[in-house]
């Protein structure tokens, strides 16, 4: 037997000796509780040097700032689970692709922003309480983590734009991670992931954007599905939608069901004039919707909250 093992059954028979303290005359329990005390912390203590000695020798102290490999010779117990992919990542690399093949570039977006690409460029008006709507984080220096993916909308615009005077069209979507300062829970996440779409072209229309999103959302469910619009108002498009598909029966949905997927719609000419697009020449449309929510319908998940909150368990299930 080891000396930690040693300590260990000590232990376990001076806690079997708590037990006896009802034999004990009531005069001297005191006493004999004070003794059984002391005695109990002074191996516990002697348990923690035995440990803490016993990881010395069987640990070999590792280099952590070593590059990969350099660690490998590491004890059995040590053996760590092999990292994965976070399911929202896989999944976003599907919706990535999906767009891809239907012509789209990609444009990663920032984790950091500004006022102005989040309201001013978007045709917020100065102090318009739409503002406030999107329950934004703001850093000590008046920068803002992106409440929304719609913050890069300027920037593709103004990147893309020379492929318009080449007589081709602005065909981006832009994935990223966007912040808001809401109470979270099992529907709510401080953060989260969006993908934004813009499309500019001359003479493309509301019905182009239509065939657009139901083809994404039948290609990312692999199925045909019942699509709805409703009107929205988001101050960077005119007209705005929100844009739902019916819950599909194989998905638990019922007929009727329909789930708001995104909202989109024609852009703002302010939106194009801002970046240096005539809207009198050119039109487009946006959208922009949640991943999370997305890859929450196609698995089944309940609660948003998972996958932030790095459950290895929920994790593995992936
Ligand atoms: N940014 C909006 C939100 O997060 C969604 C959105 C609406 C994006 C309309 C768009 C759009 O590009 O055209 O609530």
Not at 137 to 146: D, H, S, V
Not at 238 to 243: D, G
């Given at each position: 037997?080891?000396?930690?093992?040693?300590?260990?059954?000590?232990?376990?028979?001076?806690?079997?000796?708590?037990?006896?303290?009802?034999?004990?005359?009531?005069?001297?329990?005191?006493?004999?509780?004070?003794?059984?005390?002391?005695k109990k912390l002074a191996i516990l203590d002697q348990i923690r040097v035995a440990e803490e000695a016993a990881l010395d020798t069987e640990v070999e102290a590792i280099d952590i700032t070593a590059p990969c490999g350099v660690n490998e010779k590491m004890p059995e117990f040590y053996s760590v689970l092999d990292g994965s992919k976070h399911p929202l990542m896989t999944e976003l690399d599907r919706v990535i692709s999906i767009y891809q093949l239907m012509g789209f570039d990609v444009m990663e977006s920032r984790q950091l922003d500004d006022e102005f690409h989040m309201f001013d460029s978007l045709n917020f008006a100065a102090e318009h309480p739409a503002r406030d709507g999107y329950d934004t984080?703001?850093?000590?220096?008046?920068?803002?983590?992106?409440a929304h993916t719609s913050t890069m909308q300027h920037r593709v615009l103004k990147t893309y734009k020379n492929r318009l005077a080449q007589g081709k069209e602005i065909a981006v979507v832009v994935p990223g991670r966007v912040y808001r300062n809401e109470d979270v829970d099992a529907t709510h996440e401080h953060t989260f992931y969006q993908c934004e779409g813009v499309y500019v072209s001359k003479n493309c229309t509301m019905g182009d954007m239509l065939g657009i999103l139901r083809e994404f959302f039948e290609k990312y469910y692999e199925q045909k599905l019942n699509i709805r619009t409703q009107p929205g108002y988001f101050?960077?498009?005119?007209?705005?939608?929100?844009?739902?598909i019916e819950k599909p029966k194989a998905l638990g949905g019922k007929k009727g069901d329909f789930l708001e997927m995104l909202g989109c719609g024609m852009i703002h000419p302010n939106v194009l004039k801002m970046a240096g697009i005539d809207p009198s020449e050119y039109h487009g449309f946006a959208w922009g919707g949640g991943i999370d929510r997305l890859v929450m319908l196609r698995y089944g998940l309940k609660d948003v909250r998972h996958f932030e909150a790095g459950n290895l368990n929920f994790l593995k299930e992936f």
């Open positions: 037997m080891t000396e930690l093992e040693e300590l260990k059954q000590e232990l376990k028979k001076l806690n079997t000796g708590y037990a006896k303290i009802r034999e004990v005359p009531a005069e001297k329990r005191g006493e004999f509780g004070r003794e059984l005390n002391a984080f703001r850093t000590e220096e008046g920068l803002i983590p992106p101050p960077f498009t005119e007209p705005s939608l929100e844009f739902m």
